[in-house]
């Protein structure tokens, strides 16, 4: 069974920092392109940024600068290290991994921004 599960959500005061972390199951990872997600209440979900399996990284135009992907083939997971952070950001994160037209989600976590 494939299994994303992401961690490090939670309660953050503007201009904090948070760190979330997704860990794959096997042999999904390495050769999938890994991604966060993110959705807003009432809003559609958006790409946060992703990262292929030769490490090119793609950022959303509202967290460059402020968002920064990485992953760890030998662990399996994909980190996404997240500062100055602004109560827009307030959203469900959610880990992905894609390759061709197969694509994994993980269950999300929960980012609040706010004083």
């Known amino acids: 069974q494939v299994q994303l599960v992401e961690s490090g959500g939670g309660l953050v005061q503007p201009g904090g920092s948070l760190s979330l972390s997704c860990a794959a199951s096997?042999?999904?990872?390495?050769?999938?392109?890994m991604g966060w997600y993110r959705q807003a209440p009432g809003k559609q979900r958006e790409l946060v940024a992703y990262?292929?399996?030769?490490?090119?990284?793609n950022y959303a135009d509202s967290v460059k600068g402020r968002f920064t992907i990485s992953r760890d083939n030998a662990k399996n997971t994909v980190s996404l290290q997240m500062n100055s952070l602004k109560p827009e950001d307030t959203a469900v994160y959610y880990c992905?991994?894609?390759?061709?037209?197969?694509?994994?989600w993980g269950q999300g976590t929960q980012v609040t921004v706010s004083s």
């Open positions: 992905n991994a894609q390759r061709t037209t197969i694509s994994y």
């Open positions: 096997g042999k999904i990872f390495s050769g999938y392109v």
């Open positions: 990262i292929s399996s030769t490490y090119y990284r």
